[in-house]
């Protein structure tokens, strides 16, 4: 179908699929909650989209039959940057990814999730530096608390648990103070943990930065 306007909005429950696939639309006017549960729309290419919360079109996007495809959900997310809304096409990209995950295998979907939970697949970058504060808050506390012995006295400096472990979150330490105070005990497994987990971070937003800044 070929069409410059397309009006849709339902009255009555629609059974069946439903498929708008290789369409081309200028202007759909229509409720996404009216569509059946089935619907393709694999290759629909729309100038104008009117309706429905971002909730409810990312849900629109997922209603194909054989189920995850990626072009319905980056046809949307173009039309939100069309529109000017950055902040939707990055939650509908965000979306795909979460659909996505849902093909892979069980390591590829515990890799996923991981990249989820830490950055958002680059989309929520933010997310690694509330991480990033929380393991640092607990390190400095704790640290503070029970604090490591110096592996020179004589040569060490003052010791310092946020700038401590500020260095341990790090890939490669800032303060110098990670190579010259070595926790006992319980701590040991916590500086060994906090290790892994800015390791983790780090990788994390190196893969979302990269996924994100790939050409389409």
């Given at each position: 179908?070929?069409?410059?306007?397309?009006?849709?909005?339902?009255t009555?429950p629609?059974?069946?699929?439903?498929?708008?696939?290789?369409?081309?639309?200028?202007t759909m006017r229509?409720?996404?909650?009216s569509?059946p549960?089935?619907l393709?729309?694999?290759?629909?290419?729309?100038?104008?989209?009117?309706?429905?919360?971002?909730?409810?079109?990312?849900?629109?996007?997922?209603?194909?039959?054989y189920?995850?495809?990626?072009?319905?959900?980056?046809?949307?997310a173009?039309?939100?940057?069309?529109?000017g809304?950055?902040?939707?096409?990055?939650?509908?990209?965000?979306?795909?990814?979460?659909?996505?995950?849902?093909?892979?295998?069980?390591?590829?979907?515990?890799?996923?999730?991981?990249?989820?939970?830490?950055?958002?697949?680059?989309?929520?970058?933010?997310?690694?530096?509330?991480?990033?504060?929380?393991?640092?808050?607990v390190?400095t506390?704790?640290?503070?608390?029970v604090?490591?012995r110096?592996?020179?006295?004589?040569?060490?400096?003052?010791?310092?648990?946020?700038?401590?472990?500020?260095?341990?979150?790090?890939?490669?330490?800032?303060?110098g103070?990670r190579?010259?105070?070595?926790?006992?005990?319980?701590?040991q497994?916590?500086?060994?943990?906090?290790?892994?987990?800015?390791?983790?971070?780090?990788?994390?937003?190196?893969?979302?930065?990269?996924?994100?800044?790939?050409?389409?």
């Amino acid at each position: 179908m070929e069409a410059r306007e397309v009006y849709l909005k339902y009255t009555e429950p629609v059974e069946g699929v439903v498929t708008l696939a290789h369409s081309r639309i200028g202007t759909m006017r229509d409720d996404p909650e009216s569509w059946p549960e089935q619907l393709r729309l694999n290759g629909l290419i729309y100038e104008t989209l009117r309706g429905g919360s971002i909730e409810r079109r990312i849900g629109w996007v997922a209603r194909d039959p054989y189920g995850f495809l990626p072009q319905p959900y980056e046809q949307l997310a173009a039309w939100y940057l069309r529109d000017g809304n950055d902040l939707l096409a990055r939650r509908t990209l965000l979306a795909k990814q979460r659909a996505r995950r849902r093909t892979f295998n069980p390591l590829g979907r515990l890799w996923g999730r991981l990249l989820d939970v830490t950055v958002g697949y680059g989309y929520r970058p933010w997310l690694a530096g509330v991480w990033f504060a929380l393991l640092l808050a607990v390190g400095t506390v704790t640290f503070g608390l029970v604090p490591p012995r110096a592996i020179k006295p004589d040569e060490s400096p003052g010791f310092d648990p946020f700038a401590y472990t500020f260095d341990l979150l790090l890939p490669f330490p800032a303060f110098g103070q990670r190579d010259l105070f070595d926790p006992a005990g319980w701590t040991q497994g916590l500086a060994y943990g906090l290790i892994i987990a800015g390791w983790i971070l780090a990788t994390a937003l190196i893969a979302g930065a990269t996924r994100v800044l790939r050409p389409s």
